[in-house]
């Protein structure tokens, strides 16, 4: 009855092991643009694995050339690097971007200018993708992911309790506080104090949830359906750089190369001897529609940003006078 019992106490910390894995929630190296915006009608920067067309969601009211402008992908360059707006200037802002980097150690990674003010107040910066990244997106053809955003492009699936969270970014000695901010299954933001981005060099920012019992015996342990439940997942929404007022201000640089979790699996993945989902297909069709939603909500919002980028004048005096041909003695 002993050997029993200490099997069955080895049995639960067996399975409470089982259920932590490590994943990477979004990999900068992987977003890198294989169509340059020049190629592509001067529209957007695209990367293949993350391309997405919401035109076929979009209103019928539409003409062709605008559904056009509804294609984009998380390629580093369109990554929205936006000041809050109390020291939003024309000048702040305008300076404030994402580009490509290259890394000796990584290979290709997102690197963020940002500019703050000088001002005895603090203040955001807001480093985002250019659209809210879609959790039921089919995959890319070829790919062994069950949607098109997992693997390192922003989203994962069957997420219980987080335990840790780390952040691969590059310090240049700026007092700034980093903060990460998650996203539910339910479209509710998990905000993340990472801590202070002053160091110098490639670091791990790491966040330890106080909660998490490492202990299956210290948890509330319930049996739940294993079928046709919703499927919890974690999506990447975007990073906080934050200045407070006693800080000074100017220009702000770092590098981000990826984002870690580990977690709790809330379904332990194993085989079953019927296979549910191909019998009935609840999940599918409950993810279907959910992608739906996702693209209609999307395709107004991307083509007003296309459209207002193709508005701005590209025109300048000095390149003007260059065109001009000198004038005749």
Same mark, same amino acid.
């Given at each position: 009855?002993? /050997?029993?019992?200490?099997?069955?106490?080895?049995?639960?910390?067996?399975?409470?092991?089982?259920?932590?894995?490590?994943?990477?929630?979004?990999?900068?190296?992987?977003?890198?643009?294989?169509?340059?915006?020049?190629?592509?009608?001067?529209?957007?920067?695209?990367?293949?694995? =993350?391309?997405?067309?919401?035109?076929?969601?979009?209103?019928? +009211?539409?003409? @062709?050339?605008?559904?056009?402008?509804?294609?984009?992908?998380?390629?580093?360059?369109?990554?929205?690097?936006?000041?809050?707006?109390?020291?939003?200037?024309?000048?702040?802002?305008?300076?404030?971007?994402?580009?490509?980097?290259?890394?000796?150690?990584?290979?290709?990674?997102?690197?963020?200018?940002?500019?703050?003010?000088?001002?005895?107040?603090?203040? %955001?910066?807001?480093?985002?993708?250019?659209?809210?990244?879609?959790?039921?997106?089919?995959?890319?053809?070829?790919?062994?992911?069950?949607?098109?955003?997992?693997?390192?492009?922003?989203?994962?699936?069957?997420?219980? =309790?987080?335990?840790?969270?780390? %952040? +691969?970014?590059?310090?240049?000695?700026?007092?700034?506080?980093?903060?990460?901010?998650?996203?539910?299954?339910?479209?509710?933001?998990?905000?993340?104090?990472?801590?202070?981005?002053?160091?110098?060099?490639?670091?791990?920012?790491?966040?330890?949830?106080?909660?998490?019992?490492?202990? %299956?015996?210290? /948890?509330?342990?319930?049996?739940?359906?294993?079928?046709?439940?919703?499927?919890?997942?974690?999506?990447?929404?975007?990073?906080?750089?934050?200045?407070?007022?006693?800080?000074?201000?100017?220009?702000?640089?770092?590098?981000?190369?990826?984002?870690?979790?580990?977690?709790?699996?809330?379904?332990?993945?194993? @085989?079953? @001897?019927?296979?549910?989902?191909?019998?009935?297909?609840?999940?599918?069709?409950?993810?279907?529609?959910?992608?739906?939603?996702?693209?209609?909500? &999307?395709? +107004?919002?991307?083509?007003?940003?296309?459209?207002?980028?193709?508005? &701005?004048?590209?025109?300048?005096?000095?390149?003007?006078?260059?065109?001009?041909?000198?004038?005749?003695?």
């Amino acid at each position: 009855m002993k /050997r029993i019992f200490i099997l069955s106490i080895i049995s639960l910390l067996a399975i409470g092991s089982l259920l932590a894995k490590e994943d990477v929630l979004i990999d900068f190296t992987k977003l890198v643009a294989e169509t340059s915006a020049e190629d592509n009608n001067g529209v957007t920067a695209l990367n293949e694995a =993350t391309t997405i067309d919401t035109s076929n969601y979009s209103a019928s +009211n539409y003409t @062709d050339e605008q559904k056009a402008l509804m294609k984009t992908s998380l390629a580093i360059e369109n990554w929205l690097v936006k000041i809050s707006s109390s020291s939003a200037t024309i000048q702040n802002q305008s300076v404030s971007k994402s580009k490509e980097a290259a890394s000796n150690a990584y290979g290709t990674v997102l690197g963020v200018r940002a500019r703050f003010p000088n001002a005895n107040w603090n203040t %955001v910066v807001t480093i985002k993708p250019p659209f809210e990244i879609p959790a039921y997106e089919p995959p890319t053809e070829g790919s062994e992911a069950a949607s098109k955003f997992e693997g390192g492009f922003g989203v994962i699936k069957n997420v219980g =309790t987080i335990k840790s969270v780390a %952040v +691969n970014v590059y310090g240049l000695n700026y007092s700034y506080a980093l903060y990460l901010i998650l996203i539910d299954g339910n479209g509710k933001e998990i905000p993340i104090n990472l801590g202070s981005l002053n160091f110098q060099g490639w670091g791990e920012l790491r966040w330890d949830n106080p909660r998490y019992a490492q202990d %299956v015996r210290d /948890r509330q342990l319930a049996s739940t359906p294993v079928y046709p439940q919703e499927a919890s997942l974690l999506k990447f929404g975007e990073f906080r750089v934050i200045k407070t007022g006693d800080q000074p201000g100017g220009d702000f640089i770092t590098y981000f190369k990826d984002v870690k979790v580990i977690y709790d699996q809330a379904v332990l993945e194993e @085989d079953r @001897d019927i296979n549910d989902e191909s019998v009935w297909q609840i999940q599918t069709d409950r993810e279907n529609a959910k992608n739906k939603a996702e693209q209609a909500n &999307q395709s +107004n919002s991307l083509y007003l940003q296309a459209a207002d980028k193709k508005r &701005q004048a590209a025109e300048s005096f000095d390149a003007q006078q260059e065109e001009e041909p000198a004038a005749e003695e």
